[in-house]
């Protein structure tokens, strides 16, 4: 079944201890992404991937650190996470995204993280 | 810059009245546009997609949407909905030469009324 996995689902921790967030999908999926979604704000784009080794930074970057050293895997690290970044977070993937091709945008069932 | 706008935050109806939920972006070349709906508890799923072509886009629930671009619209329509319709709706745009970005507006949260 094609399908984007993240975790953990669910998290509490404490301001300092970092934490990462995994993310995988099974459809060879080139372009990945992380979303933020907060109440009134939507989802805001916070780091993508257009392939393996390639990433740069959405609108709210600041905080967060991300990899892809492999094609499927695209975790979200906070070093540090801090009361501001409590949110819900998605990880979506795409075959192709821009031009004339821009894919359907595939997401994972979403990590709610809050930081005390 | 890209960005997308959704005027309506909430919208209540009963059962078999009609929608219509605004969409209104701005960038400043050719886009793909895309609705998205997210139901209690879950995560997003497509709705309906614009590449090129045809302005009215059918997608699936018996939504759709019509793209005008002179008024840079992609207001998404049902004619009759249901109380499963519950939902928030999402519009995101991605432009062609923004490769990387799709961008999402603040959504539309709607409540049915049984």
């Known amino acids: 079944e094609a399908q984007v996995t993240q975790n953990p689902r669910y998290l509490i921790t404490v301001t300092g201890k970092k934490l990462t967030v995994t993310c995988s999908q099974n459809?060879?999926?080139?372009?990945m992404s992380w979303y933020r979604q907060d109440p009134g704000l939507g989802l805001r784009q916070i780091y993508y991937?257009?392939?393996?080794?390639?990433?740069d930074k959405g609108d709210v970057p600041e905080g967060y650190k991300v990899s892809r050293k492999e094609k499927r895997n695209f975790p979200l690290i906070l070093e540090s996470p801090s009361p501001n970044q409590t949110s819900l977070y998605f990880c979506?993937?795409?075959?192709?995204?821009?031009?004339?091709?821009?894919?359907?945008?595939?997401f994972g069932e979403g990590s709610r993280l809050t930081v005390l | 810059a890209q960005s997308v706008s959704q005027h309506n935050h909430h919208v209540i109806l009963s059962e078999a009245a009609s929608l219509e939920l605004g969409c209104n972006y701005s960038y400043g070349g050719t886009v793909n546009l895309f609705w998205y709906v997210q139901y209690p508890g879950q995560h997003l799923q497509l709705l309906l997609k614009y590449f090129s072509g045809d302005p009215l886009v059918k997608g699936i629930k018996g939504f759709e949407a019509e793209f005008i671009k002179s008024k840079f619209s992609f207001n998404l329509r049902k004619p009759s909905v249901q109380w499963s319709d519950t939902a928030e709706y999402f519009c995101a745009v991605n432009g062609y030469s923004s490769a990387s970005k799709i961008i999402f507006g603040s959504g539309t949260r709607l409540s049915i009324r049984p």
């Open positions: 979506a993937s795409s075959f192709e995204v821009g031009g004339g091709r821009a894919g359907e945008l595939f």
């Open positions: 459809m060879n999926h080139e372009y």
């Open positions: 991937s257009m392939n393996v080794e390639v990433t």
